[in-house]
C-alpha cells in the first residue's frame, strides 16, 4: 500500500513539474499612471518588476506608459489609452521555431530590436494590418475613429530599419527610414462610379497628430 502511494505521488509530481508553463519573456521596467495586466481571468496593477508571460494583456488608462523589456533584448514603450496581447513569446529552442508575436488592439507603442531579437520571426498584429520587422526602431499607432484628418486604421513608422505592412486587401508597403504606412479597410468604389479603389494599405505623407513620444522613451535609448 505504501509503495502504491508513493508511486501516486510521484507521478502526481511530475505532472505538475512536467506541465509545460506559458513562455516568460520580458519584464516591466518603469510605469507611469494606471496599467493593468490581464491574465487568463485574473486582472491586477502593472508594477515596476512585473514579469510577463505568454498570453498576457497590457492595457493602459489615459496618460499611462510602460517600459517593457524583453529577454532577448528588445525594448517596447507602451503609450496610453493602449491594449496589448503577448501573443507568441518563443524565444528560446531552435531558432526556426522561435517567434514573438505581439497583437495591438487600440493604442499605440514604440519597439526597438536587438541584434539577438534580429534572428528569430518579429510580427505585429492589428485588427487591419500585419507588420514585419527587420532590425528596427518603429512606432505603432491603432486607432478605431478617426484624428483631425487621418482616417482610422493603423499607423507604421519607421525611424530606422525596415519594416513591411501588410493590410487586410493583401497589399504589402514596404518602408525605410522616416516613412509612414497606413493600413485600413478596404475602400469601396460605387458601381458605375469610375473612381479607382485605392488599396487598403499604402505610404502616407505624414501622421503626426497619432505618433507621440512619452516620458519613458528615455529608457528606450
Known amino acids: 500500500m505504501r509503495l502504491t502511494r508513493f508511486w501516486a505521488t510521484a507521478l502526481v509530481c511530475v505532472a505538475v513539474w512536467g506541465a509545460t508553463p506559458a513562455a516568460q519573456a520580458a519584464r516591466v521596467l518603469a510605469t507611469t499612471g494606471t496599467l493593468q495586466l490581464q491574465r487568463g481571468d485574473a486582472v ?3 508594477a515596476v ?3 510577463l ?3 498576457d494583456a497590457l492595457v493602459s488608462a489615459s496618460g499611462a506608459e510602460a517600459y517593457v523589456r524583453f529577454d532577448d533584448g528588445a525594448r517596447m514603450a507602451l503609450r496610453g489609452d493602449s491594449t496589448l496581447y503577448l501573443t507568441t513569446l518563443q524565444l528560446k529552442g531552435p531558432r526556426s521555431k522561435r517567434q514573438k508575436v505581439l497583437r495591438i488592439v487600440q493604442g499605440g507603442l514604440r519597439y526597438i530590436s536587438s541584434k539577438l531579437s534580429a534572428r528569430h520571426r518579429m510580427v505585429f498584429v492589428t485588427p487591419t494590418a500585419t507588420i514585419g520587422i527587420r532590425g528596427t526602431d ?3 499607432a491603432v486607432t478605431d475613429a478617426p484624428v483631425d484628418q487621418d482616417p482610422s486604421g493603423t499607423y507604421l513608422k519607421v525611424n530606422t530599419g525596415a519594416a513591411t505592412l501588410t493590410a487586410v486587401d493583401g497589399t504589402v508597403v514596404a518602408l525605410d527610414p522616416g516613412q509612414v504606412a497606413f ?3 478596404p475602400e469601396l468604389v460605387p458601381r458605375g462610379a469610375g473612381g479607382t479603389r485605392r488599396p487598403a494599405g499604402r505610404k502616407v505623407e505624414s501622421a503626426s497628430g497619432l505618433f507621440k513620444g512619452g516620458s519613458l522613451d528615455k529608457w528606450m535609448r
Do not use: K
Open 44 to 46: 491586477r496593477p502593472v
Open 49 to 51: 518588476g512585473t514579469r
Open 53 to 55: 508571460r505568454e498570453g
Open 138 to 140: 518603429i512606432e505603432i
Open 183 to 185: 493600413g485600413g479597410e
